[in-house]
């Protein structure tokens, strides 16, 4: 059996499981740890978890606890990260590069710097690096995210008044098209479909399943049915969460019936 524990190093980032190494660890807990780009401080965010394996290279080790320097350190890093932001965009700024610096992630012992940034097409920014390389005195990295990801890393308020799913819990995006829009019967009006970074909202998708199985058992709309044997109408409308249709008669009237009853009265 072998110990791992879940690390998130940013909020935007996704969990990554380590080696624990037997340090006493508890949920919210700050350590220094290796990720993908270098020596950062993470929070503890998952319990130790024994597993069927051997720890090997897919587990890397967790350093030490962080210790109150630093955590020093990091706040110090942190008033950097703002200042080598500023510096980046005027330096963009002078060369016209069309990018959106948004973001800048030092690593604890300052060994690399990561600027985020997003453009709508690659972009030539080695002479950037250098400009940046030359202030810093440091490995740059230049990395560039979708608008999406975007969204992920800045964070922000939705239409619903709460921070956006992707910067709270949902680390990874699925696609999600018009079709499941419409097939919720949401209003297509960009403003309320879209979110924060211009594309459609990822909770679009959290009740689509749940639309998409009660779909799969009601006829089109449009379609002729017969109610109790006698009376003859078209569906003409779908209450998902009553599981119920509407039926416009022939006659006139409109009424509202189970979907368990058009099984046995479709025709």
Not at 39 to 60: C, L
Not at 139 to 156: C, F, H, N, P, S
Request: net charge positive; with cysteine; charged share 35%.
């Amino acid at each position: 059996m072998a110990k791992i524990i879940g690390v998130r190093f940013r909020p935007e980032d996704n969990l990554v499981y380590f080696d624990p190494q037997n340090i006493d660890f508890v949920i919210g807990d700050l350590c220094v740890a290796d990720s993908q780009y270098g020596e950062e401080i993470g929070r503890i965010v998952t319990n130790i978890k024994e597993i069927n394996a051997v720890i090997d290279e897919r587990f890397p080790k967790i350093k030490r606890k962080a210790t109150p320097d630093d955590i020093k350190k990091m706040k110090k890093l942190e008033k950097k990260e703002e200042e080598a932001l500023v510096i980046a965009k005027e330096k963009a700024k002078i060369r016209e590069l069309p990018m959106r610096l948004i973001k800048v992630r030092y690593m604890l012992d300052k060994s690399r710097i990561v600027f985020y940034f997003v453009a709508e097409n690659r972009i030539d920014f080695r002479e950037l690096v250098r400009d940046l390389a030359a202030i810093f005195k440091t490995r740059i990295e230049m990395r560039q995210v979708g608008i999406r990801d975007a969204a992920k890393i800045l964070g922000g308020i939705g239409m619903c008044g709460r921070e956006v799913c992707c910067r709270t819990f949902l680390f990874e995006f699925e696609p999600i098209s018009l079709r499941t829009t419409k097939e919720q019967n949401l209003s297509l009006n960009s403003e309320k479909i879209t979110g924060i970074c211009g594309r459609l909202k990822c909770c679009l998708s959290y009740e689509y399943p749940y639309y998409k199985e009660l779909l799969e058992l009601i006829p089109p709309i449009g379609t002729k049915i017969k109610v109790n044997d006698e009376l003859e109408g078209k569906i003409s409308g779908v209450n998902i969460f009553n599981k119920t249709v509407f039926v416009d008669l022939l006659e006139g009237s409109r009424i509202e019936i189970p979907i368990e009853e058009l099984k046995i009265n479709n025709v």
